[in-house]
């Protein structure tokens, strides 16, 4: 496991440094709102003003990543609650420099990485696994056969919206179900509780109170009707899932109840926002009006078009999923979404594992320092290839190498991929979202890459604004608990900015139509080269470890089988009724 480590907040022009200058502000402050960021790769807490929604102070830390075999992910469940508490003490530390108490926060929203999946002794409140990460590929074989059984492919995008993948958390719970004796036990006694992060740190932080989760995260499980917006029976019948397991879902933005946690300096606050981190980014850029799309370039990069109060179903790989319902009353909101895996983890590999970058933040450096990538193509396909291509069996490849080929060139190369996989979404999105997309707000750490978004620009061919608030996701999620409380002047109007700190850096394309196609080209020629590189998934077993060795095997028969003996009646009982 990686220590956790302090890293620097991005409020390096925090507006109200000291008191004095919070005197000369003329705003009437209506108090503040908090925001639980919990990222694959950071965890955050900050602390913005209403009602013009400044983050005025902020802590975060980063949460290692245990990966015990190739293509596993998982993270400390335990540390993730230790890092958010700690968090929230730290940024309440800078608050009295700042004339403000932590008396002042009115309430607290939690916005989190989706489809992580963690289970949980209700008795003890201890996990009873580490979380499974939203990328781990661990049940591939398994979704590779249920692929191969079912004769209606849209049998799960129709109910869900979403296409049956390793990425959403059905098969993560079933997984940790027939692999984890503890978990089966817990089962079997009726004792355990299942969820999106979401749900395990607001049962952390109400001592167990509250199970519940949102749409937005409910929405990601592959479990959720996407009509009735509750658990749906024959899907949890497939899975062999139990409804009590599962949190119950609510809106985005309601008063849910009070943190009541000893350990979270956040005690005697109300909770009132929950929002899936790119959905979160969604409201943040104020993408409100059907049409308006966000990029956000993190660790993996997600592409969301507001299609309006109706769910839009693609043909093209795209996910429907839900983007905002902002009140138990509030009609729902959906999106399309474009998922890429790999967007700076790209860059963090070429750091950490290749050793060809001293840090990510030196992208830009590098990859400037060449004028073009030299006709080097890299797919980061680490873990298969996500939207539009749905291809479990891609594997990495950088292409196009010559003798002058430098290190310039493939981190120039890298920062294009993340161009390119834009792309590939933006064209599914042009044919299915019904409306004309004719520009992209962008935002995410990865934004201060100042060339990576010019050549996302050039390579789009379109106009990208970056949001000056590199924090989109916090910033949503603020807007949504304050909107529950009704305090700050949030009503999610594009027109009316109540909030005066966001501004847009523009980029527009350079490049002719000729020379975009030709290099995109160029790129779908490298991405068929990446496609059915794993000929046959590994068998869990072949580098597990130890204790988990002795486990693998007959479960997981267990679990095919007695899936596909439920998807089979499941699927034969739809036919008939
Ligand atoms: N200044 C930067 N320039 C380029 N890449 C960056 C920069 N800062 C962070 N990154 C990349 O951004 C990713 C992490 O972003 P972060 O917001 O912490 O992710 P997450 O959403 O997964 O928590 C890493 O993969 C890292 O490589
Ligand atoms: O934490 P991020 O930014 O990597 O986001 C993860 C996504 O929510 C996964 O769907």
């Not at 138990?328 to 890429?340: C, N, R």
Request: proline content about 4%.
């Amino acid at each position: 496991m990686t220590e956790g480590k302090n890293v620097p907040n991005s409020s390096a022009d925090v507006p109200f440094r000291s008191k004095e200058l919070r005197k000369q502000s003329l705003i009437q402050h209506t108090g503040l709102v908090g925001v639980i960021d919990e990222g694959t790769k950071t965890i955050g807490f900050s602390i913005y003003t209403t009602p013009d929604f400044k983050e005025i102070a902020a802590h975060r830390v980063e949460l290692g990543v245990i990966s015990s075999q190739d293509g596993w992910y998982e993270q400390d469940p335990l540390e993730m609650m230790a890092s958010i508490n700690k968090c929230a003490e730290e940024a309440i530390k800078q608050l009295p420099e700042l004339g403000f108490s932590s008396s002042d926060i009115i309430t607290v929203g939690i916005t989190n990485q989706r489809e992580t999946t963690i289970v949980w002794d209700a008795v003890t409140g201890k996990p009873l696994y580490n979380a499974i990460v939203w990328k781990d590929i661990r049940t591939s074989s398994t979704v590779e056969q249920i692929v191969a059984k079912v004769q209606d492919p849209n049998y799960f995008k129709r109910r869900t919206g979403l296409p049956i993948s390793t990425y959403f958390s059905a098969l993560k719970i079933r997984w940790l179900k027939d692999n984890v004796p503890e978990v089966r036990q817990a089962c079997r006694e009726k004792r355990c509780k299942a969820g999106t992060v979401d749900s395990w740190i607001i049962w952390n932080l109400t001592n167990g109170a509250l199970h519940i989760t949102d749409v937005t995260n409910a929405s990601r499980t592959l479990l959720m009707n996407l009509e009735t917006q509750n658990w749906d029976p024959v899907l949890l019948k497939t899975f062999a899932i139990r409804e009590e397991m599962l949190p119950s879902i609510h809106s985005c933005s309601e008063v849910f109840g009070k943190i009541t946690s000893e350990r979270s300096a956040l005690r005697g606050i109300t909770l009132s926002g929950i929002l899936g981190n790119q959905q979160a980014s969604l409201l943040g850029q104020m993408c409100v009006k059907p049409g308006q799309t966000k990029n956000t370039y993190r660790s993996g990069c997600f592409l969301l078009c507001n299609t309006g109060d109706k769910p839009v179903f693609s043909s093209h790989g795209l996910l429907t999923t839900v983007a905002y319902k902002l009140g138990p009353q509030a009609p729902t909101i959906y999106a399309l979404e474009g998922s890429v895996s790999v967007a700076g983890h790209a860059l963090s590999w070429l750091q950490q594992k290749v050793r060809l970058l001293p840090d990510s933040r030196d992208a830009e450096k590098y990859a400037e320092a060449v004028p073009t990538a030299g006709d080097v193509y890299f797919v980061p396909a680490f873990t298969g290839l996500y939207a539009p291509y749905w291809r479990q069996n891609a594997r990495g490849i950088i292409i196009g190498l010559t003798q002058f080929t430098r290190k310039n060139h493939i981190v120039r190369a890298a920062l294009e991929s993340i161009c390119f996989q834009t792309r590939d979404i933006l064209e599914c999105m042009h044919q299915e979202c019904g409306y004309d997309i004719n520009k992209l707000h962008a935002d995410g750490k990865l934004t201060t890459n100042n060339l990576l978004m010019q050549l996302q620009a050039d390579t789009a061919g379109l106009p990208l604004f970056r949001s000056q608030l590199m924090d989109s996701t916090a910033f949503g999620a603020a807007m949504c608990a304050a909107q529950a409380e009704g305090i700050g002047l949030c009503k999610f109007e594009p027109e009316k900015r109540y909030y005066e700190n966001v501004h847009y850096d523009t980029f527009l394309p350079t490049t002719t139509e000729q020379e975009r196609e030709e290099r995109y080209g160029k790129w779908k020629r490298a991405v068929e080269r990446s496609l059915g590189w794993v000929i046959k998934q590994k068998k869990t077993r072949t580098h597990t470890e130890e204790n988990y060795r002795m486990l693998s095997s007959l479960p997981a028969s267990i679990f095919l089988i007695s899936t596909f003996a439920m998807l089979v009646h499941s699927l034969s009982a739809t036919v008939k009724s």
